[in-house]
């Protein structure tokens, strides 16, 4: 039998008179540590109110982890933001014919920017960037044995499948053979960066040319196989429709228990500015707080939902912890383009270990931070910082 602890406030809503039917069946099961079905996803996006979806999707964010709310102390190298893909929501590549635009750093000047943190406690260099043509499966095996070799400590996780995909097929070998070829060279975990929207007829619009939905999949089924975690993201708050958004959920959650190797769900919100598609509006901070409440609730086997503070601003980010979230990702330490070009209020995002972990306090929190894995590596909830702390960048 399930050990039942409802919240008060959840209880008080499913009493409501008005309550839809089926929405309170489906928060029963819910409540019962139920798996919900693709149909009752979609209800809870049509029907389901805001305020019930926080109060489940909270409920079952404190049945896994309490109050504990991760962190970590990471940095991004963008090795370049030449691509040969044409994203139409991207304001932050440049094609290779446009290649004087952008930026391509070499070996030696990404090498800078890790020994720049030589005497600090950052414990995750997240390596993600444009598909650069010449930039191939040799060059970025290099990039992996110089990091690893210079700081053996630190955990290289790095690449979309977006990414691996070409490298791989430029390379010519087959996706087992380049995973085993990058983990074997230092590689130890992957971003979810590049899945989008899954649905052929929405990919086809967004993003034709890159990878689709099975290839996706294919490249993280290959790494968790070698027994290396990685993410999974969803662009939402474009064109894709309610449905459209349970069935990119629901092969995320066929194909984690099929192999338990996703750490974590991130929800990247669709940001309009500097792109081909700036004509769409962006998505309200409502219907952002009711997705993340829907992915809490939907990704059952998903341990951690995380919302990317960088991408969202660290007010909404503040709030989704009401909304299942327990996860801000890192200290970035302003390393990162891809949400500044694209109109994010965070224009150099940028938090010190006392500024992120203040954020989660006010929000009634523990900030623990953690490694990649998610090992817990420090409390921070009894820490007493300084104004001067807070205050440095
Ligand atoms: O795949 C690009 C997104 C992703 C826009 O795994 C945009 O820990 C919103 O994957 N509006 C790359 N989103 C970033 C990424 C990521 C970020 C943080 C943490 C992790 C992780 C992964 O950025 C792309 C695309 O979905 N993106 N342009 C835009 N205009
Ligand atoms: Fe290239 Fe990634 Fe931008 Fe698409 S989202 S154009 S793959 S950098």
Redesign the pocket.
């Known amino acids: 039998m399930t050990t039942r602890k409802d919240n008060p406030a959840v209880q008080a809503l499913l009493q409501q008179a008005n309550i839809d039917a089926d929405i309170k069946r489906i928060a029963e099961k819910i409540l019962q540590a139920e798996r919900i079905t693709p149909a009752e996803g979609l209800i809870l996006f049509e029907k389901g109110d805001v305020g019930l979806l926080g109060a489940l999707a909270n409920q079952v964010r404190e049945r896994m982890h309490g109050d504990k709310t991760y962190f970590n102390r990471n940095f991004h190298i963008e090795p370049t933001n030449v691509c040969v893909f044409t994203?139409h929501?991207?304001?932050?590549s440049r094609l290779y014919k446009n290649r004087e635009d952008g930026w391509e750093l070499s070996i030696d000047q990404m090498m800078d920017i890790v020994k720049k943190y030589d005497n600090q406690p950052v414990t995750e260099v997240?390596i993600?960037g444009g598909v650069h043509p010449k930039m191939q499966l040799d060059f970025f095996v290099e990039l992996i044995q110089k990091i690893r070799a210079h700081r053996p400590d630190l955990h290289i996780?790095g690449f979309?499948a977006?990414e691996l995909d070409y490298m791989f097929r430029k390379a010519k070998v087959s996706i087992d053979e380049g995973m085993r070829i990058l983990n074997e060279a230092g590689l130890q975990s992957m971003?979810?960066?590049?899945?989008?929207i899954f649905a052929p007829e929405v990919r086809a619009k967004i993003c034709h040319d890159k990878v689709d939905a099975d290839g996706w999949l294919a490249i993280h089924k290959a790494a968790h196989q070698r027994g290396m975690h990685t993410?999974a993201?969803m662009?939402y708050g474009h064109i894709e429709s309610y449905a459209d958004r349970i069935d990119h959920m629901e092969r995320l959650r066929q194909l984690q228990d099929e192999t338990g190797g996703f750490n974590?769900f991130?929800p990247?919100?669709?940001?309009?500015k500097g792109?081909d598609m700036a004509n769409i509006p962006e998505s309200s901070i409502v219907e952002d707080l009711k997705l993340y409440a829907v992915a809490r609730l939907y990704m059952d086997n998903f341990p951690h939902l995380?919302a990317?503070w960088p991408?969202l601003g660290r007010n909404t980010a503040q709030l989704t912890l009401s909304f299942g979230v327990n996860d801000l990702?890192g200290t970035i330490d302003d390393t990162t383009k891809?949400?500044s070009m694209?109109g994010a209020e965070e224009q150099n995002p940028s938090m010190n270990t006392a500024q992120l972990a203040t954020l989660i306090k006010q929000a009634g929190r523990r900030p623990v931070e953690r490694d990649t894995v998610y090992n817990e590596i420090k409390d921070y909830t009894e820490v007493v910082f300084s104004d001067e702390e807070l205050l440095t960048k």
């Open positions: 994203c929501f991207c304001s932050y997240h993600v996780k979309t977006v971003p979810g960066g590049g899945a989008e993410n993201t662009l974590t991130i990247l919100k669709f940001r309009n792109n995380k990317y991408m990702d891809i949400y694209a």
